[in-house]
Every structure is written in C-alpha cells, then in structure tokens.
C-alpha cells in the first residue's frame, strides 16, 4: 500500500528553466510533508517541509505547493541548476508521528 | 562532526546468514531509524528508537531486529539473510520524534546482497 505516489520517474529540464516535481498521497491522516534529495552513494538530505495547514513554504529557489483537496504536492525550483541534478523524495508524516511514508522518487537531470 | 555513519558500506551474505549493520551519530540526537531503499519503492522505516533504551517497529520489521545500544548507536541484525532483504539501508537520526517529525539526518548507506 503505496500511500506517497511519484508517478514521474525522472524529469529532464534545461539550465535556467523552472523544474516541477510532483507527488500525490492517499492517507488524509498525514498533516506534515517533506521533501528529501539525494545524490549518488549518499544518504538523503533534507529540502523543505509543509505543514497541512498551509499551502505553500518556500525557501530560496525552492517552493512547495500543498492542494489538500487533491491530496497532491508539488516542489519547484526555480531556476534550475545542474547541481541540482539527483533524486527527489517526498515524504507524508503519519499519524503515529514516527511514521515517515516516502514515495519512489523522480530523478531529475538539470543539462547545462 | 561525522553526523551518522554506517559501517559497512557494502556486504555480501550466503542466505541463512546472519550480520549486524551499525549506525552511530556524534549529534546528540534522540531518535533513530533504520530504512531500507528498493528499486521503484523508496525508504520504508523497518525500527526506529525515539529515545534511548526504547525501540519500536515501522513498516517491514519482519525478519530484523535492532538494539539501541547507547544514545549514540543504533543497529540492525539480521539473523538469517533471505535474498528479499537485499536491498540498500539507511540509518537516520533526528532531535526528538514528533509531531511534527523533524528533518532526519541519514547516513551513506550499506549496499547489502544476499545471495
């Protein structure tokens, strides 16, 4: 039971451009999501988080959008580096407050 | 600061093995985890241990087991390796446990195979 979805396995984008992941949930218990990176032979780092109360939070030349009544979440970068290339993760918090659920990710390649 | 590392980077086991992964973190957090990464799945929580001398299960706790030694480690043992734990875990630690759950903090990963 796939309760994160990230149905886009991987996204290519230009230098510059905007990048759009995407992530859809099922669980309308989680009140809390984040957003994870990872790059190659490394462990995840954290991005950016959104609490269910809000519908956007953003950081730097990176936003997260929050549509509840479409249980879906988007994450842009804006503009978009080539370092920026690597693995993105969205996460919902579950009710038992040590419950990460994480969705298969988007590998997103940003080309000079 | 190490933050948390993960000893060892990779392993091969013979089905019926048994093996300890180690975690350690120098960041004085309170809660760790355990997660494994398979292709097409992302991280699923196997334990956590959101304070020293407790554990708890997650999501695939079935066939490990974990011991919170002291603050600082937390590890995972398998006690007999089937080839469906192969699989790349990760080890993570964060401040406390929630609401809401903190950023966690994640180490490089152990690749283990089992044949």
């Known amino acids: 039971d796939q309760q994160v979805k990230q149905n886009s396995p991987s996204l290519s984008v230009q230098e510059g451009r905007i990048s759009i992941l995407n992530c859809d949930y099922t669980?309308?218990?989680?009140?809390?999501f984040l957003w994870y990176k990872k790059y190659p032979a490394e462990g995840p780092t954290f991005l950016i988080s959104?609490?269910?109360?809000?519908d956007k939070n953003e950081d730097g030349r990176f936003t997260v959008f929050l549509n509840k009544s479409a249980k879906h979440l988007s994450l842009h970068i804006v503009p978009s580096q080539p370092g920026d290339s690597a693995v993105y993760f969205c996460?919902?918090?579950?009710?038992?407050?040590?419950?990460?659920?994480f969705g298969a990710g988007t590998r997103l390649t940003v080309k000079p | 600061n190490a933050g948390v590392t993960q000893t060892p980077k990779f392993q091969v086991l013979k089905t019926g093995q048994s093996m300890t992964l180690q975690c350690a973190q120098d960041m004085n957090h309170n809660s760790m985890y355990w997660y494994r990464q398979d292709p097409g799945m992302g991280l699923r929580l196997i334990y956590y241990?959101?304070?020293?001398?407790?554990?708890d299960k997650g999501e695939v706790p079935n066939g490990y087991n974990v011991s919170r030694l002291n603050k600082r480690e937390f590890s995972l043992r398998l006690e007999s390796a089937a080839p469906s734990q192969t699989s790349v875990y990760f080890c993570?630690?964060?401040?406390?446990?929630?609401?809401?759950?903190?950023?966690?903090?994640f180490g490089p990963g152990t690749r283990l195979t089992v044949t």
């Open positions: 996460a919902g918090e579950g009710y038992n407050n040590n419950d990460m659920r």
């Open positions: 241990s959101a304070s020293e001398g407790t554990t």
């Open positions: 959104i609490s269910s109360i809000k």
């Open positions: 669980n309308s218990m989680f009140d809390y």
């Open positions: 993570a630690s964060s401040v406390a446990g929630g609401p809401p759950l903190p950023e966690q903090y």
